[in-house]
């Protein structure tokens, strides 16, 4: 560690810095100074600090990243069971979007980030309007956060909820709060191929490429949207997209699940990363996407939770078992995403697909780092480093996890966490949602 800074040593029972792959120091050693990693390795080979020594015991390893998420609907949680896509979001969600105020969508996302957090998921990237409040309550919560504003015409909003309105927003959103604590991201997000029109696709783009700023955008979820997309512009949703010039951008394709050979040369070609959805795709039955050829053809992926009322929940351990054993039962190979890959996907890989520096415990990287405990009948027997590893994907879960730091700062210590009042957030999001849902409820499908 140089010498003369400050910071914090934290010693494990073991130590996953997930980059290389399948690389276990036990005992491991991860040092830290300000918000980077300054050193990971075996703790005997460590070198010699004046830093804070914390000896957590555990297993270490970087925070899990969530890739797309719209964390603010913990307020919907549940809402619409049972209805496919469009009509979940016409009968279900927009109608409680609609009465949606600032100091809804800021419970909305404490909650969310209490929940993030105390699973060990360090980053999240948001999909969502009422920017300010988001952002504040990311601030404030310690989460890691990348913030795209939602771009879309709002039905039933009023005559202000238009994307152009939503695209001034998201510009002024982008200069108040990019690089806020060191935490925060700010990019744009037009809805989708079907919620916003041609026009609001390229402006979206142009701003993107103006503040070279991520751009995110749900991409084929169903067949549904696929053949609609086909149907008014003869051609599939990336073909519209790379037409428009919005694939110029550094695009975050959630979903794609509906994709052909040509698109996938599209996403190749303009190196499109993917959020990839599979628990929040498979309760709406949208689909499977092609997790294996995403990987095969050196496409970015990270996994996503979409949001808490189409999930229903916020644990990014589930996708992380989750996408893998889709991916195997659909190739009808056990090989198809190995143990290691599905570990990356959750961490690094998410990480890649964002554009940041974080996703692993190596020096240089954000200091973004969870505790499990090892003290659990879900690690026994580990003969060997490789069944440790194999133990955390198929079965860990975020039950194990105790401490997480972001940025080198606490922010769950021993199952608690220390940046939210969680009794308090549940209390007035149960307030909160009652009022969402209107004096009659939102039905769900027969």
Known sequence: MPSGQPGLRLVADAVVPVAPAGVVHAPGVVDVVGDRVAWVGPAADA??????????????????????AHTPMTLFRGAGDGLPLLRWLTEAIWPREA?????????????????????????????????RAVLEASVDSGIRCVYTAAIFDLPGAGPGATWQ???EQARQLHQEFDG??????????????????????????????????????HVAETADEDRAVRDEHGCSVPGLLARLGVLEARVLAAH??????????LYGAHDVAVAHCPGSNAKLGSGVAPLAEFLRRGIRVGLGTDGPASNDD??????????????????????????????????????????????????????????????????????????????????????????????????????????VD?????????????????????????
């Open 47 to 68: 070198p010699p600090t004046g830093a804070q020594t914390l000896d957590v015991g555990g297993l270490l390893m970087p925070g899990l990243v969530n890739t797309h």
């Open 99 to 131: 009465r949606m105020e600032d100091a809804d969508a800021r419970v909305g996302m404490l909650l969310g980030a209490h929940e993030l957090l105390t699973c060990g998921v360090t980053t999240t990237c948001e999909m969502y309007l009422h920017g």
């Open 165 to 167: 309105a939503f695209l």
């Open 180 to 217: 806020a604590e060191g935490r925060i991201t700010v990019g744009f997000a037009p809805h989708a191929a079907y919620t916003v029109p041609p026009a609001g696709l390229e402006a979206a783009a142009a701003a993107a490429l103006e503040h070279d700023a991520l751009l995110q955008i």
């Open 256 to 265: 794609s699940i509906w994709l052909d050979r040509t698109d996938l040369d």
């Open 314 to 419: 916020l644990d990014l351990w589930e996708e992380l078992r989750l996408a893998p054993q889709l991916a195997r039962a659909t190739a009808g190979d056990p090989a198809a995403v190995s143990t290691e890959t599905a570990l990356d996907l959750a961490t690094a890989g998410g990480a890649r697909a964002l554009g940041l520096a974080a996703g692993t415990l190596t020096p240089g990287a954000l200091a973004d780092v969870v505790r499990l405990d090892l003290d659990d009948s879900r690690f026994v027997p580990a003969l060997d480093h490789g069944e440790l590893v194999s133990h955390l994907v198929w079965a860990a879960s975020s039950r194990l996890v105790t401490d997480v730091w972001v940025g080198g700062r606490r922010v769950v210590a021993d199952r608690r966490c220390l940046t």
């Open 422 to 446: 969680g009794p308090a957030v549940r209390a007035e999001a149960r307030a909160r949602a009652v009022r969402l849902a209107g004096s009659g409820g939102v039905r769900t499908a027969p």
